[in-house]
């Protein structure tokens, strides 16, 4: 064999180590990229997952906090329910900041301002100013606990169903 | 807040009001009503004094402008010294009017009363 047909056949091996090889490394490319993806998937799933978590233990929080401002007015402990509402408060902001769905924003919007309310009010019975606290104020606490509870329900739901 | 804008608040406040599509709530104070919106709130309350050195009442309609997060960023007042009283007052006090009966259901309560002593 002479060096010039050395030369054909080894361009040739190669042009078809070519055509063969091509396909299979765009063909590795596609799968490395899917399985990246699905890789970068899985993390997001298992973040929001513990996202959720961390809401549903603030929300618990939630409930505890509005039971002991309830009971703090009830007996009239205006520094305890002063401390519990400041607390339900920035806890409250913190939900909402950690939730992703707005579908849950109303559950908020009217609960903040009505809090802030309330927490103004429990402020001027503190300092001793002259304060009335409505009537309904503790039954508008349960109403709220009640939004939260179903909050919770509708996030464990969608905890197990993913 | 430029006098004019709440000027237009009130307007806007006044006429949805009477048109009855305002869902004005009831809260904590028993003075204060609340008016929740997209991404704030206003509540509006309502307080009478008396000065006693001088012999004069006073009466102010309160209103507070809220982040989204309830807190106020901005209040507005619109008073009555005496037999003095700011230009908007009237305006003022027929929206707090407006949203106390709203919040507490005062036409739908009296309305039932009426009908009751009725049969």
């Known amino acids: 064999m002479n060096a010039e047909s050395l030369i054909f056949w080894l361009s040739l091996i190669g042009s078809l180590a070519s055509v063969v090889g091509l396909p299979i490394a765009i063909w590795q490319i596609v799968k490395a990229r899917t399985a990246a993806e699905a890789s970068k998937l899985a993390s997001i799933d298992t973040r929001n997952t513990i996202s959720r978590n961390i809401v549903l233990t603030e929300l618990m929080g939630c409930l505890r906090l509005i039971a002991d401002l309830k009971t703090a007015l009830r007996i009239d402990n205006f520094e305890l329910a002063e401390a519990r509402i400041g607390d339900l408060i920035r806890t409250v902001i913190q939900v909402r900041e950690d939730l992703p769905e707005s579908e849950f924003e109303s559950v908020f919007s009217e609960s903040l301002p009505q809090m802030t309310i309330l927490r103004d009010k429990i402020e001027q019975k503190v300092l001793g100013q002259s304060a009335k606290i409505a009537k309904g104020t503790i039954s508008q606490l349960s109403k709220f606990a009640d939004d939260l509870t179903r909050l919770i329900g509708k996030l464990r739901t969608n905890l197990k169903s993913n | ?119």
């Not at chain 2, 709440?6 to 003075?31: A, H, N, Y």
């Not at chain 2, 997060?69 to 929206?95: H, W």
Request: glycine share 6%; no cysteine; hydrophobic share 35%.
């Open chain 2, 1 to 119: 807040m430029e006098r004019k804008k709440f000027e237009v608040i009130l307007d806007r406040l006044l006429e949805k009001s009477m048109g009855g599509s305002l869902r004005w709530k009831s809260t904590s104070d028993p003075e204060s009503f609340l008016l929740v919106l997209k991404d704030s709130s206003i509540s509006v309350s309502h307080e009478l004094g008396f000065d006693g050195e001088v012999d004069r009442e006073e009466e102010y309609v309160n209103f507070d402008f809220r982040n989204k997060d309830g807190e106020i960023v901005q209040t507005e007042s619109v008073a009555r010294i005496g037999k003095k009283a700011d230009p908007m007052f009237e305006k003022a006090v027929r929206i707090y009017s407006s949203a106390r009966n709203e919040a507490l259901r005062i036409d739908e309560t009296v309305d039932r009363i009426i009908e009751q002593l009725a049969a």
